[in-house]
């Protein structure tokens, strides 16, 4: 059955440094999101992503948080400058249209020290 | 925000015996719901879905219920097993916009 993969599966970094997280969406979806979840409280959205641009995003995502698909496969998150409250699990998802069902990696635990 | 809110964070049952999971929204406008299934290190699994439009959605051992007026969702598992114990979210979407808005997720133990 075809998955969300990302990689890597734990990031630690220095608080400043910034971070390419990974991932690579199942191949026919055209839809793609990050969620987050710090640890004890909700998963949050944070963006989507079609056709090449930003389709929605929350609060969280400011100046910081930037998406790319850099080519057919990837779908990547990155955090400029990191903060120590950056710290979390985020996960990627996709889905196939964009009222479809989101279906989500496994995660990668970003910790910044 | 509390948009979507689950009031129990644990739930215990025995196997074999039905296991019902609650959630409420306050939101109106959202008009899609589904309920993810999560095991610690691993994202969150897409169980079933439920459209505003219907108030009662089955998938084998899965069923949820919508009750529009009172904003209010529920997902039954009978017969419960030993290897549905994990953390149980629901969330919702709004008819805007496709992101999701997620519970606070129910920790569901299924006792052999």
């Known amino acids: 059955e075809p998955e969300v993969t990302q990689t890597p599966s734990h990031q630690v970094t220095q608080m400043g440094q910034e971070v390419i997280l990974r991932c690579v969406p199942i191949?026919?979806?055209?839809?793609f999101y990050w969620y987050r979840q710090i640890l004890g409280q909700k998963v949050e959205f944070l963006v989507s992503?079609?056709?090449?641009?930003?389709?929605?995003k929350s609060e969280i995502f400011d100046d910081q948080f930037s998406v790319e698909r850099p080519d057919g496969s990837n779908f990547t998150l990155k955090i400029r400058s990191t903060k120590l409250e950056d710290s979390a699990m985020y996960f990627c998802a996709s889905s196939e249209g964009d009222r479809g069902e989101q279906y989500f990696g496994p995660g990668t635990r970003l910790t910044v020290t | 925000d509390q948009q979507v809110k689950q009031n129990s964070p644990s739930l215990s049952v025995q196997e074999g015996r039905i296991s019902i999971l609650n959630c409420d929204y306050t939101n109106s406008m959202f008009d899609y719901f589904l309920w993810y299934k999560k095991y610690p290190a691993e994202g969150p699994t897409f169980l079933i879905s439920?459209?505003?439009?219907?108030d009662k959605n089955e998938d084998g051992r899965f069923t949820v219920f919508l009750n529009k007026s009172a904003k209010h969702l529920s997902l039954h598992i009978v017969p419960s097993q030993p290897g549905d114990s994990a953390v149980y979210f629901c969330a919702a979407r709004n008819n805007a916009g496709n992101m999701l808005t997620f519970g606070g997720g129910t920790r569901l133990m299924v006792k052999p």
């Open positions: 992503f079609y056709n090449n641009e930003i389709s929605e």
């Open positions: 191949s026919n979806h055209l839809y």
């Open positions: 439920i459209s505003s439009i219907k």
